[in-house]
């Protein structure tokens, strides 16, 4: 029986925050595990509590919140993660990159998608999604932690946001995320409770979005592994980073080295 920090976990049924979610499990987390689908085979898997909900609905955070308190009594953290780019994008019939070979990160020439031929609704969409949606997760998880006096709240983000490049044009949305990671934890901070963002590179999870020749392009020479995302994320809820708030922790192989944040 799991006895360590509870923590609830936004988009878990797959991808990064599957990934994310083994990892605390392994280290003895209490998990939440929401998805719009429920994560009802990870949670199995995991012995975890699974629960059907969308980072777009705050009340869906604020149930997510409630079963953490009714479950275990406690809410100690919280990992944001939601859809990707290309699925928001998809949405509004906007095709992904192209597994075109790709000389450089940016504009490839194969891939004739304007910045403007992409609706205002796809931004917002984006906005509403990895902007609002931690936004939400932090405003539901807020009221246990600051009673308790501690808590650490961690948000994907991504490297498109630090230099922004026509395969994802919506990528600048997610600076407004940093800022906020900024603002709010100059806020709650005096409450004990750390707010901080990952910003992750090319991960293998999403090797089949990207062109060949990108992989060539990181200065690692290889894609990342969920695995050591999930390693990230769980060092900045940790004690150990128990100094470290309102930061983008870049983990890219390398790609944005040279990137201020
Ligand atoms: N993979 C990469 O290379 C990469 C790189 C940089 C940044 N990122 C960022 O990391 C995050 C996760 O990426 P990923 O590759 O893990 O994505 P993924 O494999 O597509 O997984 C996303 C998960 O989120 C859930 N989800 C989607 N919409 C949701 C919503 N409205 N509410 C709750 N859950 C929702 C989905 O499950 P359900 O269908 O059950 O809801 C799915 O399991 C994204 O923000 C992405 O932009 C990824």
């Not at 290309?86 to 891939?111: N, Q, T, V």
């Not at 963002?197 to 020479?221: I, R, S, Y």
Request: aromatic share 8%; hydrophobic share 45%.
């Amino acid at each position: 029986m799991k006895t360590g920090p509870v923590c609830i976990i936004t988009g878990a049924s797959g991808g990064i925050a599957s990934g994310i979610a083994r990892e605390l499990s392994a280290r003895d987390y209490r998990l939440i595990l929401l998805s719009r689908s429920g994560c009802g085979d990870l949670a199995e898997e995991l012995d975890q509590t699974g629960i059907a909900g969308s980072v777009l609905v705050e009340a869906d955070m604020e149930a997510a919140a409630a079963l953490a308190i009714e479950r275990h009594g406690r809410l100690d953290c919280a990992v944001f993660s939601g859809g990707r780019q290309a699925d928001i994008l998809k949405a509004y019939d906007i095709a992904p990159a192209p597994p075109a070979s790709g000389e450089s990160f940016s504009f490839d020439p194969a891939y004739l998608r304007e910045p403007f031929d992409i609706p205002f609704e796809a931004w917002h969409a984006n906005y509403d999604m990895n902007v609002l949606g931690p936004m939400r997760l932090l405003k539901a998880v807020l009221p246990p932690m600051r009673a308790q006096g501690a808590g650490a709240f961690v948000a994907l983000s991504g490297i498109e946001a630090l230099q922004p490049r026509m395969p994802y044009p919506l990528g600048p949305n997610r600076l407004a995320l940093h800022g906020f990671a900024k603002l709010l934890s100059d806020r709650f901070a005096g409450d004990g409770i750390r707010i901080n963002c990952v910003a992750p590179g090319l991960m293998e999870n999403a090797a089949d979005e990207f062109p060949d020749g990108w992989k060539e392009m990181v200065p690692a020479g290889r894609y990342g592994a969920v695995s050591e995302i999930a390693a990230t994320v769980a060092f900045l809820l940790s004690p150990e980073a128990g100094y470290i708030t309102g930061q983008t922790l870049v983990a890219d192989g390398g790609v944005n080295r040279n990137a201020g944040l």
